[in-house]
């Protein structure tokens, strides 16, 4: 019987919908992208126009986002997503755009119109056979410099979008160097417009050529080499540039009659160090300014991801990110660099060159939302209005010292301050254990404060300290920039779910490994947070914990910063992940499930109502030993379990690279061990009918059919329907003095999973 039940589903499961059910779907579920919060994925380029104070970013999907001042906001895409972008140029001061798609060298031009981006025209290069990799704007004679693999340059006219009939040849540059210098120069790596004489342009090949070429007279001026590979170029005045390359160095030259300047300078060496990218350069009367990306020492550094600022000959900083620096530009003022600009895989990091310090701004948008991994999400409207002010005014009270206090300095378009639409508020949990709090307002994100939930909590490994994340060498002069963190202390500190109350302000966390915080807006300095530990299966006695440990409760008082602060701890045995919220403010309780039951607390008087199993020991056994008692686990499981074990095993490796990173600081650090079902919510599954899915309180017609009473509904995974009616006196001696009492409780049931559902007869108490 059983295994006829098993094919039947195996049947069912391999049918394919109707088109009705299809259509029906479609109706039902419609789905639209309305705002793009964040930072785009797979980022590949970016560009910065000085005269409208713009910012754009193309990524390799074809997204273009454009950001200006706060709330200025726009995203652009292609049509068709088979094209991977390479390039986005601004055409400076006119509003518009170009992006190139490679290799198949399809150039799109795009254009600002009002709060939107269009695409305006499409250029497919035919002509061109070798594949582009590199663009330059000549915004005197509005003519694009295309270099290409082979060694090519071709030229655009941007007014008509034709190519010019000359084309700079590879043969051409190249042929009066003797026979015996002469050797294949590689693609082009850049075209370097002398930003002095705009009629000069350089040419720089990967093999270490360098060709000065003049666009007015169409002629050769000169032809540098260096000995290495040549990555960048970077004009200093008006007959010197510097080259980056291969090894770690870069150089300065005399563009007029091709001598080094200043012999390859290798700023780590002299051991082998890792390539240098990118060069910036600026001299002023006062200043020297030089900024390079990579040219880190290949065997003690070489898998930092740095982006050095080095001003005269005292200042010099090396900005280390978590993720790799994909490229980085200069935002200049009149005179001086103003802004330093870190585009990287997974952020980007605005950095203020004038205050002495060189502090990072707190950007107003671009936020890396998943600088730890989200793992819930949660949205909230039609807030109250005194709490949504308390909410907003953390933020004042929450500027961090790190942060720059000069204006934002990407100030270009207009914003209509003007909206309708109420703001919301949007709480995303961590993997990291932070729960951070957004203000989703007029087209924009903004960070309100963050809480972290880590901190209250300790494990074996880390017993009650933590390594420390600031790095003690002297050379070169690390500083860390950035929030995006892959790594995580402990699995186990993941958010699982969050509730928040809108008329009170209160926030209900609950935890992977069964800890539940109950927190209030407050700005208390330092106080004792109660705890209380809770066992569902405190009654049956045959039953063994199989999974993973609690995580360790500090025993201190904690100087709390202001904001969202934990006025209470409850750690729920087992510690499997809490499944489900439910929080009713009117009545002062919450209610907590898990995979083996639920939890009621009083929030007024602090302390425990009622703990209710949903499961007993002979089912978890029954369940384990015998494989065809639900025929719809043997496939999710092992497909799960070997998501568990990669999971795990890539935590495992981040915590032995964070180990070794500070190995040389102590060498009592222990080895990290992950416990065989630290991500597992439990011995059984997910799937089995004691998980709590859903919970809701409500004042409903249960103990008869002329009055209400408070009721709580428990909805479990395998359609099992709960309700427990609740006593709660009005006074609040006989609420602590006698408690809340959990009557007698109904059962339904319901062959499907059940889902969170509304009550439309539902009466406020």
């Not at 991801?305 to 978590?322: A, C, G, P, Q």
């Not at 009270?397 to 378009?413: A, E, H, M, V, Y």
């Amino acid at each position: 019987n059983k295994f006829l039940k098993m094919l039947k589903y195996i049947w069912n499961r391999g049918q394919t919908p109707t088109v009705d059910k299809e259509k029906l779907q479609k109706e039902l579920y419609a789905f639209s992208k309305n705002v793009l919060y964040g930072f785009p994925h797979k980022p590949v380029s970016m560009d910065w126009d000085p005269q409208l104070k713009l910012l754009a970013i193309a990524t390799k999907n074809g997204f273009i986002r454009i950001f200006g001042q706060p709330g200025v906001e726009l995203t652009g895409q292609m049509e068709d997503k088979d094209l991977t972008l390479r390039k986005i140029l601004f055409l400076p001061a006119q509003g518009r755009l170009i992006t190139l798609a490679a290799p198949e060298n399809i150039l799109h031009f795009w254009e600002i119109d009002d709060n939107k981006i269009e695409k305006i025209k499409t250029t497919i290069l035919d002509s061109v056979k070798s594949e582009i990799t590199t663009l330059t704007i000549d915004s005197n004679k509005n003519i694009l410099f295309m270099g290409t693999k082979d060694g090519d340059i071709y030229q655009l006219h941007l007014w008509s979008f034709i190519l010019d009939k000359e084309v700079i040849t590879q043969e051409n540059l190249l042929a009066n160097i003797p026979e015996d210098h002469k050797e294949n120069p590689g693609e082009v790596v850049q075209v370097a417009q002398n930003p002095f004489l705009p009629d000069q342009i350089m040419i720089g090949y990967t093999a270490g050529f360098m060709v000065l070429w003049d666009t007015g007279t169409n002629a050769l001026l000169n032809i540098l080499k260096a000995p290495g590979v040549l990555n960048s170029l970077c004009w200093k005045s008006e007959d010197e540039f510097y080259s980056s390359h291969d090894d770690g160095s870069f150089t300065v030259w005399d563009a007029e009659n091709g001598a080094q300047i200043q012999a390859p300078h290798t700023p780590y060496g002299p051991y082998p160090c890792k390539s240098i990218a990118k060069v910036y350069c600026k001299e002023t009367e006062e200043h020297k300014w030089c900024v390079f990306s990579g040219g880190m020492p290949r065997s003690t550094h070489g898998d930092k991801y740095t982006v050095s600022v080095m001003k005269n000959d005292e200042n010099h900083i090396v900005f280390e990110l978590s993720s790799k620096v994909i490229d980085f530009l200069v935002i200049e003022n009149e005179y001086d660099p103003d802004t330093l600009v870190v585009l990287s895989e997974e952020e980007t990091v605005f950095i203020d060159l004038v205050t002495k310090s060189w502090p990072v701004f707190e950007p107003p948008y671009l936020h890396s939302i998943h600088a730890s991994a989200i793992t819930c999400l949660a949205q909230f409207c039609d807030i109250l209005e005194d709490v949504f002010d308390r909410i907003e005014n953390l933020s004042l009270g929450q500027q961090d010292l790190k942060f720059s206090t000069r204006d934002w300095p990407i100030c270009g378009g207009e914003c209509d301050q003007v909206s309708t639409a109420k703001p919301s508020l949007i709480i995303t949990g961590h993997e990291d254990g932070k729960v951070k709090f957004w203000l989703s307002k007029m087209n924009s994100l903004k960070l309100i404060t963050a809480l972290d939930t880590a901190r209250y909590f300790t494990t074996e490994e880390m017993a009650d300290g933590s390594i420390s994340e600031a790095s003690t060498e002297e050379w070169p002069p690390f500083r860390k920039v950035g929030n995006f963190d892959p790594f995580t202390d402990d699995p186990r500190f993941a958010i699982k779910t969050i509730d928040f109350c809108r008329s009170s302000g209160v926030l209900l966390v609950g935890g992977i490994a069964g800890q539940l915080l109950l927190c209030n807006i407050d700005n208390k300095k330092e106080y004792d947070v109660p705890v209380t530990d809770v066992e569902i299966m405190a009654e049956d006695e045959d039953f063994v914990w199989k999974g993973q440990d609690p995580l360790g409760i500090r025993a201190c008082q904690f100087k709390h910063p202001a904001g969202f602060q934990p006025c209470h701890i409850l750690q729920v045995d087992p510690p499997s992940a809490i499944t489900s919220l439910a929080l009713n403010n009117d009545w002062g309780l919450f209610a907590a499930g898990t995979a083996f039951g639920f939890i009621i607390f009083d929030m007024r008087c602090h302390q425990l109502v009622t703990t209710k199993a949903t499961v007993n020991s002979t089912n978890v056994e029954s369940n384990e030993e015998n494989p065809l008692i639900s025929t719809n686990k043997s496939l999710k499981n092992s497909l799960r379990e070997s998501f568990n074990k990669i999971r795990r095993s890539h935590t495992h490796r981040c915590h032995e690279k964070k180990r070794l990173l500070y190995s040389e600081q102590s060498k009592d650090i222990p080895e990290f061990e992950i416990p065989e079902s630290c991500l597992m919510e439990r011995r059984g599954n997910p799937e089995d009918g004691s998980l709590v899915r859903c919970l809701h309180f409500s004042c409903t017609f249960i103990d008869n059919n002329t009055s209400t009473s408070p009721t709580l509904w428990v909805g479990t995974n395998s359609g099992q329907v709960l309700v427990l009616s609740l006593s709660i006196p009005e006074e609040v001696e006989k609420r602590q003095s006698d408690g809340i009492i959990a009557g007698r409780s109904l059962y339904f049931i319901n062959k499907v999973e059940l889902e969170l559902g509304s009550f439309e007869n539902e009466q406020k108490s």
